[in-house]
């Protein structure tokens, strides 16, 4: 019958980048735009805003037709829980996690992309910024990040995995990690890096910027070591000991911090180290 054809469909994205929401009207609009210079054509890409402060963020949406915003009502659940909802409505086969605080190196998306086709999820090298200033670097010499190497630090992590191999994020502090973690240690330990970092910054709303944040996430690491060494995981100790040795950094970061965030005190450490 003419006329009767229905439209043809728009071509699913490649890749939809996770971005939680909640008072960022001042950084959002940065975070987007790196994602949208990420080295994926534009309709390969969707951005999937999630509100957890009620607001509509039209002034993001406006930026591209490749972001879309999820407003739900829900008000202060937490980054995990705002994660999980974005993750339920996206459509790209892989997923990439971005901070609405970050941002992402030119070409970022794309780099990863090729890292993680082979295996089914890549982790990025860290770029931690402060001040408008760079002030910790973190594997950017490696092809591969194991589960040893985020112990040694203690850093944040960021992914980018198969949207049918993507577990869900915990409701509880440092959930960001544990997800790493668990990816990492379903993946065999260890993930290939891509050539370009995830920028990281900080800022006096940072969790790892207040001065009470080890008290803060102790109960959660030893939350999360219960939690990995029940599962059915493997690799599930050497999973828990990146928890371990986040709460003995902590420690001596208590003792020795002196009013620098968290990374200040882990780029001085390890300066200290390499001069031994």
Known sequence: MPGSASAPRAPLPVVSVIVPAFRAGATLDRAIRSALAGGLAEEDVEILVESDDGGDYAEAA?????????????????????????????????????????????????????????????????????????????????????????????????????????PPFADALSQDILHAVGVMAGFGGSLPLSAMPYRLHLTRHSVTAASDFSARVHRAYLDHIARLESSALPHTHAAA????????????????????????????????????
């Open 62 to 166: 406006a930026l591209s037709p490749a972001v879309r915003v999820g407003v739900t009502g829900a008000v202060a659940s937490g980054v995990g829980p705002a994660r999980n909802r974005a993750m339920a409505r996206a459509r790209g086969g892989w997923l990439a996690f971005l901070d609405a605080d970050d941002s992402l190196a030119p070409g970022y998306l794309a780099a990863m992309l090729d890292a993680a086709r082979a295996t089914g999820a890549a982790a990025a090298p860290l770029d931690v910024i402060e001040d408008g200033r760079t002030i910790l670097r973190l594997w950017h010499d490696r092809l591969r990040l194991s589960l040893a190497n985020l112990a040694e630090t203690g850093a944040s992590v960021r992914l980018m995995v198969a949207r049918s191999q993507c």
């Open 241 to 276: 000991d990146v928890f371990r040795a986040k709460i003995v950094l902590n420690a001596a970061y208590e003792a020795e911090g002196q009013g620098r965030s968290y990374y200040a005190f882990i780029a001085a450490r390890m300066a200290k180290q390499s001069q031994t």
